[in-house]
């Protein structure tokens, strides 16, 4: 076993698009909708305080769907990775697909689907049993859990330390993010000038401003073992 602190340090950014071979769709995919709502309409504050049936609906389908897949050969690739590296995923996923395929280092920039927390105490964050968060479910001071999700215009309280990750990284991995919403995209501008960035996106675009890019146009369930397999061959 590699001692931790000499093992090269790998930042791994993931999006919807590791998760999709999973079965999870993509908000791309399904052109930002759900039941012919908007995302940007469901995942926000408003919503929840306009139509909090909906905005509860919303999630429960979506935690119920979390309880039947699980994770594919990219999520698997990168705990091989974690034989040589030292490997930090930082995900804008709320699934837990990178903690059940056994990922040790794994920080949510936008929140947890399985977590609940209480809407007068931000601080008392809670696990659900089940996929169902129901009128009436209440934290411990009484007020009604909301999901544990960073909507559309909240602040994004893990950006911080992700950005002091990223900026430690020897490698940096983009995998399944359009690379859309901030601050999350802007995160592959904190690494350092020589930290080579490897993007894995069937329909990856070039990312200006970044010099040392290899692209990998492939799904994560097979671009992900490639770009594994090469990583661990190498002398890095
Ligand atoms: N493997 C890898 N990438 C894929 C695959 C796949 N099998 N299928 C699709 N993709 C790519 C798409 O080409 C796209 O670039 O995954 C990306 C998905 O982009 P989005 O749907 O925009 O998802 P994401 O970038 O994670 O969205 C960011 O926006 O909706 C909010 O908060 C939500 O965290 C989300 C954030």
């Not at 306009?50 to 990168?78: D, S, T, W």
């Not at 929140?111 to 007068?120: A, F, I, Q």
């Not at 964050?125 to 009128?135: I, R, S």
């Not at 934290?139 to 309280?157: D, M, N, T």
Request: overall charge negative; proline content about 4%.
């Amino acid at each position: 076993m590699h001692n931790q602190s000499k093992m090269k340090k790998i930042v791994v950014l993931t999006g919807a698009g590791i998760s999709a071979e999973s079965g999870l769709r993509t908000f791309r995919d399904s052109n930002g909708l759900w039941e012919e709502h908007r995302v940007e309409d469901v995942a926000t504050f408003e919503a929840w305080q306009r139509n909090q049936a909906l905005v509860l609906e919303f999630y429960n389908q979506r935690r119920k769907q979390l309880y039947e897949v699980k994770p594919n050969a990219g999520h698997m690739a990168l705990v091989e990775l974690e034989k040589k590296f030292d490997v930090q995923i930082i995900t804008q996923n709320v699934d837990d697909l990178h903690e059940q395929a056994g990922s040790a280092k794994v920080m949510h920039l936008h929140g947890e689907l399985k977590k609940v927390r209480s809407t007068v105490d931000e601080n008392l964050v809670y696990t659900l049993d089940g996929w169902e968060l129901k009128k009436g479910d209440l934290c411990e001071k009484g007020s009604q859990l909301r999901p544990h999700i960073v909507w559309f215009g909240e602040a994004v309280p893990m950006i911080e330390p992700a950005m002091e990750l990223s900026a430690e990284a020897d490698i940096f991995i983009v995998i399944g993010t359009s690379l859309n919403v901030y601050p999350a995209a802007s995160l592959v501008y904190y690494i350092k000038k020589s930290t080579p960035v490897y993007l894995i996106d069937p329909h990856a675009e070039m990312l200006s401003g970044v010099k040392n890019l290899t692209v990998f146009r492939e799904p994560a369930g097979t671009g992900v073992p490639m770009l594994v397999k090469q990583l661990m061959d190498s002398g890095l």
